[in-house]
């Protein structure tokens, strides 16, 4: 299988981690409903490919996500090996509760970062949603968790105009307040380029968040997913989100394009010379067979090139 | 139609040029063959989505490329605005005495990075390629004209291994000895990453071939297009290569992607306020038009997003 050429360049980071999150924020967004021994193999084949970092599921409401009803089951089947870090997406207390009856030791939570998003997908305020979170977040911290806050529509949303990036600091920080270890920016429909991202990571720095709490989380709707990721590399971020195959799509655009693809990423970080511990191929091979499993083509450059 | 937020960034330039191969690469490398009417028009949109430098058509043998092989008519019907550079590819003297006879200014001509490429391409080696271009670009230039020389396969081909960086720049060089007054780059199959890009860059000015004189040409088989690109502008290269709507796809891969779509680069740069004087909403409807015109949707993830 063709690899990319390996030339080093200067002012990025050694090593970057992948937080893998195919299984959780893809197949939440696809619209087949996946059988929960085919999830279990997924997660076992992406660890297998040297994932550690890899978002299983979500305890949501299966009235609302019922793509992932399957929760609790797909955590028993789960045996992964010492090491692996399987944080899993909780909405509120009842999610978390059963997080913790299910042993989970990582969550996250999912914040907005406009007002249309949080009305429309929290049925709440920008400052409202705060107390959905704040008490989850104590409690898992106080059982010992850590937490994760997704802060989503960083970049623009469907709805409004340009999204003040100190509005989105200022979600960003106060989830830091109540004790969450990092923030993912979501860049949810897709829109963000690069100055814009080395903007939002320098206001969040002035407000006392370091490059070391943040990672970034961008969707290829209009294609711009490597580029802003390459950016914050520059900026020192060192975490990255990105989704095996590209799963997800979109569900804010017409497109059938969504999370950046693991693949795509990990082409150019392998050109790079930056270690992620992740075998390109093996990776490729499991999104190839996922794509069998969903009936459709992954929408990964990467996977559909070395899949001819 | 959205539009990204501009947020500038630091290390780029103000402006750059947009060096629209959609007309001769795109429509070459497709399988359906465009009524001449229809190209005239498309050439002509393009320009009055401002679009200042359209490679037209080239003047290569209806036998290897019946794609093109109304290049004369097409040339005929065009009447662009004063300012428009509109550069033909000519393959060698049969093809610049056919340019010359419509009244040509400017030409591109072809060449390889690989020995396996210049065989299988132009049935020559990468010394003997020279015999081709040679004689053709003096005549050109004893004619007035200018020539643009490409250089394909700087990143990889579909049959040799890595290629050597200075093998790319010995053949670059010869070209600019020639007397080229630009080389274009091409990452023919798409497989190229940042580190490569900026030795490749850095090698070409340690031989004498500073950026004013280069423009790159990425192909997004493999989605590293648009993060190389704007690697390149952080070199110090202002003008790139791009195909409106993607069209193109790749000749030597499984793969529906080829060219950059202008639309995504076009994102990016009027997101980074980096001026280029073209109009991305008259842009994506003309690849939204061109689209129908072919009968199959367009690659560009910014066209598909916006289309939507």
Same mark, same amino acid.
């Given at each position: 299988?063709?690899?990319? !050429?390996?030339?080093?360049?200067?002012?990025?980071?050694?090593?970057? =981690?992948?937080?893998?999150?195919?299984?959780?924020?893809? @197949? /939440?967004?696809?619209?087949?409903?996946?059988?929960?021994?085919?999830?279990?193999?997924?997660?076992?084949?992406?660890?297998?490919?040297? @994932?550690?970092?890899? +978002?299983?599921?979500?305890?949501?409401?299966?009235?609302?996500?019922?793509?992932?009803?399957?929760?609790? +089951?797909?955590?028993?089947?789960?045996?992964?090996?010492?090491?692996?870090?399987?944080?899993?997406?909780?909405?509120?207390?009842?999610?978390?509760?059963?997080?913790?009856?299910?042993?989970?030791?990582?969550?996250?939570?999912?914040?907005?970062?406009?007002?249309?998003?949080?009305?429309?997908?929290?049925?709440?305020?920008?400052?409202?949603?705060?107390?959905?979170? =704040?008490?989850?977040? /104590?409690?898992?911290?106080?059982?010992?968790?850590?937490?994760?806050?997704?802060?989503?529509?960083?970049?623009?949303?469907?709805?409004?105009?340009?999204?003040?990036?100190?509005?989105?600091?200022?979600?960003?920080?106060?989830?830091?307040?109540?004790?969450?270890?990092?923030?993912?920016?979501?860049?949810?429909?897709?829109?963000?380029?690069?100055?814009?991202? =080395?903007?939002?990571?320098?206001?969040?720095?002035?407000?006392?968040?370091?490059?070391?709490?943040?990672?970034?989380?961008?969707?290829?709707?209009?294609? /711009?997913?490597?580029?802003?990721?390459?950016?914050?590399?520059?900026?020192?971020?060192?975490?990255?989100?990105?989704?095996?195959?590209?799963?997800?799509?979109?569900?804010?655009?017409?497109?059938?394009?969504?999370?950046?693809?693991?693949?795509?990423? @990990?082409?150019?970080?392998?050109?790079?010379?930056?270690?992620?511990?992740?075998?390109?191929?093996?990776?490729?091979?499991?999104?190839?067979?996922?794509?069998? !499993?969903?009936?459709?083509?992954?929408?990964?450059?990467?996977? !559909?090139?070395?899949?001819?």
């Amino acid at each position: 299988m063709r690899k990319p !050429q390996l030339v080093k360049a200067e002012g990025l980071p050694d090593r970057v =981690t992948i937080y893998e999150v195919g299984p959780r924020d893809g @197949l /939440q967004n696809e619209s087949a409903i996946v059988d929960v021994a085919v999830k279990a193999e997924f997660i076992n084949r992406l660890v297998d490919a040297g @994932l550690t970092t890899v +978002e299983t599921t979500s305890f949501v409401h299966p009235k609302w996500v019922p793509q992932l009803a399957d929760a609790a +089951e797909l955590l028993e089947r789960l045996d992964l090996p010492e090491g692996v870090r399987a944080p899993v997406l909780v909405p509120n207390e009842r999610g978390l509760d059963r997080a913790l009856a299910a042993g989970v030791r990582e969550i996250a939570i999912f914040a907005s970062a406009t007002e249309t998003f949080a009305a429309n997908n929290l049925n709440s305020t920008l400052d409202d949603q705060f107390a959905m979170f =704040t008490p989850t977040i /104590q409690r898992a911290l106080a059982e010992g968790l850590s937490v994760r806050g997704y802060v989503s529509m960083c970049y623009g949303d469907p709805w409004e105009g340009d999204v003040p990036i100190d509005q989105v600091v200022k979600v960003g920080a106060r989830l830091v307040e109540l004790g969450c270890h990092e923030l993912s920016l979501g860049d949810t429909i897709g829109v963000a380029t690069p100055g814009h991202v =080395t903007a939002l990571i320098t206001a969040f720095g002035a407000a006392g968040v370091g490059v070391e709490k943040l990672a970034v989380h961008f969707h290829d709707t209009y294609g /711009q997913a490597l580029a802003n990721t390459l950016t914050a590399f520059r900026d020192g971020v060192t975490t990255v989100d990105s989704s095996a195959g590209g799963l997800g799509g979109c569900p804010y655009a017409e497109s059938a394009t969504g999370n950046l693809a693991t693949e795509d990423l @990990l082409w150019q970080l392998d050109g790079l010379g930056i270690q992620t511990g992740v075998d390109l191929q093996k990776l490729v091979e499991t999104s190839i067979w996922m794509a069998d !499993q969903l009936g459709k083509p992954s929408p990964s450059r990467v996977v !559909q090139a070395l899949a001819g």
